[in-house]
């Protein structure tokens, strides 16, 4: 079993503004019937960036503290360029509270990756020039390490190039062969394989690692919309699918998907 987490929210967008915070509060209280996260956002405002304690997306330590409990490494996915806006995440990868973050997930014998950006699938120099920033940021942090595995933002992909691109830029492996809207194969395997190239007609160094799985695709309601129940049934199915043929069970589970006491929950079932 293998877990990731794409950093897309690191921390809640909600206190960008008062406006903001007003409606998300309104949709805890009256939508969500999850008063206490609403509470928990409010501190969070009042606080500011001076600490991470009371931040519903900061959930960094709990996450690894329950994938470590299961023996289970996880990957983290970092944004290293917003090159198109809002869509790019929360955050610079320059933030000394993300720096502090890179520390402390190495410090922990976790792993870092790159989540490549929304416009870098079909850019050759944008996936390079952000592998470097990754790297950079590393290095400010006080890590000595490689960036060699990506996954693409939003699992954006073109076969004819992406493979091709992602290969130039030095990494070894990618994680972005999952479906968006559901799980399953998207390779038709949970196999690692050499991708190919369709330009030069050869396999690539890049290697494939197939996403299974994304807490989005079965929880949301503009995807699957099942109850934690359902969900938990179909990724115990897909793991002894993928299990039995001799793959791995690739999980995506976002660190801004466990602010319920529910999400949480159905997390440690699955990941013990």
């Not at 999850?34 to 960036?49: C, E, F, I, Q």
């Amino acid at each position: 079993m293998e877990i990731s987490c794409d950093v897309d929210e690191p921390f809640d967008r909600s206190v960008r503004s008062i406006s903001s915070l007003a409606k998300v509060l309104g949709g805890d209280v009256f939508k969500r019937r999850n008063p206490a996260l609403a509470a928990r956002r409010l501190l969070n405002a009042t606080v500011g960036a001076r600490s991470t304690h009371f931040d519903p997306c900061y959930t960094f330590d709990w996450y690894m503290d329950q994938c470590e409990a299961a023996g289970l490494q996880v990957t983290f996915y970092f944004i290293a360029q917003r090159d198109a806006g809002a869509i790019d995440g929360t955050y610079d990868i320059d933030d000394p509270r993300i720096l502090k973050l890179l520390r402390d997930i190495a410090a922990r014998g976790h792993l870092i990756g790159m989540h490549g950006s929304y416009l870098s699938f079909r850019d050759p120099d944008r996936l390079r020039m952000q592998r470097f920033r990754l790297v950079d940021a590393l290095a400010k942090a006080g890590l000595d390490q490689d960036v060699i595995e990506n996954r693409q933002h939003y699992l954006r992909w073109d076969a004819s190039c992406t493979p091709d691109y992602l290969d130039a830029a030095g990494f070894l492996y990618d994680t972005s062969g999952g479906f968006a809207d559901r799980p399953g194969f998207r390779f038709g395997t949970a196999r690692e394989f050499r991708m190919w190239s369709w330009v030069q007609r050869a396999p690539l160094a890049l290697r494939q690692k197939p996403l299974i799985a994304m807490e989005g695709s079965l929880l949301s309601s503009s995807y699957m919309g099942l109850t934690d129940d359902e969900a938990l049934d179909l990724l115990v199915r897909l793991r002894c699918a993928a299990e039995d043929t001799g793959g791995n069970f690739s999980l995506l589970w976002h660190n801004s998907e466990l602010k319920t006491n529910s999400q949480r929950k159905l997390f440690s079932r699955l990941v013990a």
